[in-house]
């Protein structure tokens, strides 16, 4: 079964609204959760890392405080698009790191397509 | 900062034939480790195989099987007896501190 649950996986909003989207790891504790943007036909593009119990780590061109991210737990990050616009349309993927065991493990969310009106 | 580079956006090869895809990086660290990820129409991001940098053996996973050459910076991806559910993009990905992906091949598998 999955072992990351990203919701919604559709969502679609009105412009100047704000959306959160959630990541979840189910059976592990993710220390680190990143957060990727792809747009159709292209690759993911990191958008933040996020640590547990510190600030988000924002990749260069990304604003903070339009994309808020919040690791409050080892089981959970959000990212919430403030006062969307339409040309924050896009998919949107979580990625946690499971720590445990000697092997780097990456688990991805299914993601989240938003669609700002 | 790491670049992972993937210079060929699209390739297609006839079912049951073998078809190589390749990937360049470039990092300072010694020590890290590289993926290859598997995304179908459904954008399910799926991991395909995985090496270690420190691991001088080739990793292998069934068809899967990676050429890897640290001091070239280079890790291919060889897929033998292609399938038609092998149609796909592929990204090449990097991990240190964080996980960087390459700018993807789109695999056609013709029947």
């Known amino acids: 079964g999955a072992v990351v649950s990203q919701h919604p996986s559709w969502v679609i909003c009105k412009s100047g609204t704000s959306v959160k989207i959630e990541c979840r790891s189910l059976?592990?504790?993710?220390?680190?959760m990143f957060w990727y943007r792809q747009f159709p036909k292209q690759s993911l593009m990191l958008m933040a890392t996020?640590?547990?119990?510190?600030?988000?780590?924002?990749e260069q061109g990304v604003e903070k405080d339009k994309f808020l991210i919040n690791h409050a737990s080892l089981t959970l990050s959000t990212l919430t698009v403030t006062s969307a616009h339409p040309e924050d349309s896009s998919f949107y993927i979580c990625?946690?790191?499971?720590?445990?065991?000697?092997?780097?493990?990456?688990?991805f969310g299914s993601g989240t397509q938003l669609s700002v009106l | 900062a790491q670049t992972v580079t993937q210079s060929q956006p699209e390739m297609s090869v006839q079912e049951a034939e073998t078809v190589t895809l390749s990937c360049t990086y470039d990092?300072?660290?010694?020590?890290?480790?590289l993926f290859w990820y598997k995304q179908p129409p459904s954008r399910q991001m799926i991991l395909v195989i995985r090496?270690?940098?420190?691991?001088?053996q080739n990793a292998t996973e069934n068809r899967f099987s990676v050429n890897f050459q640290k001091a070239a910076k280079s890790f291919s991806l060889k897929i033998s007896d292609s399938q038609l559910g092998d149609t796909a993009m592929y990204f090449c990905?990097?991990?240190?501190?964080?996980?960087?992906f390459g700018t993807g091949t789109r695999l056609t598998i013709i029947p």
């Open positions: 990625s946690a790191r499971d720590p445990g065991g000697a092997d780097e493990k990456l688990f």
């Open positions: 059976d592990f504790q993710a220390t680190t």
């Open positions: 996020s640590n547990e119990g510190s600030k988000a780590t924002y």
């Open positions: 990092t300072s660290e010694s020590n890290y480790y």
């Open positions: 090496q270690e940098a420190y691991k001088q």
């Open positions: 990905a990097f991990i240190d501190e964080k996980l960087t």
